[in-house]
């Protein structure tokens, strides 16, 4: 917290030497965040890698995937001498293999792009954060000059009230 009070001050003094507090908060305030994520243009090879790992990742895929291992041992083992893969499974084991060898790579890119997109909602809400710090900075700044301003004219008020009760007991 203080070191980013730091850094919010060391920017602020750099900013102020060319603008005044309010064309900083202008600026903030017009500046862009964030990118809208549906204009975002993502390829035939995303889709798909985001679509195979939503679907690797979910019950369906453990149900579905262990009733196709369950059929082909099933239907295997009654076949017995007719079997297109006997009892050891080898074809299988190859099957198996190939599934994960092309799911694994599937399953990265998908969680690259998921972590592309944790970063930039990172950096979003650090944005968002620094602007609202230096707004809330802003703001106590103004409070305090308002209630330095008013201390003044209570200050003022009270030797004028002083100064008319002195005229009033001269009189």
Known sequence: ????????????????????????????????????????????????ADSIAKFAGSWAFIFSFTGALVLW?????????KAFDPYPFILLNLVLSCV???????????????EEKDRRRAEND?????????MIEDIYDK??????RQTELEKI????DEADSDKKKKQ
């Open 1 to 48: 917290m203080k070191e980013n009070r730091k850094l919010l001050k060391e920017v602020l003094k750099d900013i102020r030497h060319d603008m005044t507090d309010e064309e900083v908060l202008n600026l903030l305030v017009d500046s862009k965040i964030s990118v809208d994520p549906s204009k975002e243009k993502i390829t035939i090879g995303q889709k798909a």
């Open 73 to 81: 041992m099933i239907v295997n083992v009654l076949l017995a001498a």
């Open 100 to 114: 994960a060898a092309i799911q694994a790579p599937l399953i990265m890119m998908s969680q690259n792009r998921q």
């Open 126 to 134: 650090y944005k968002v954060n620094l602007k609202t710090e230096i």
């Open 143 to 148: 409070v305090n000059a308002v209630l330095a």
């Open 157 to 160: 008020i009270r030797a004028e």
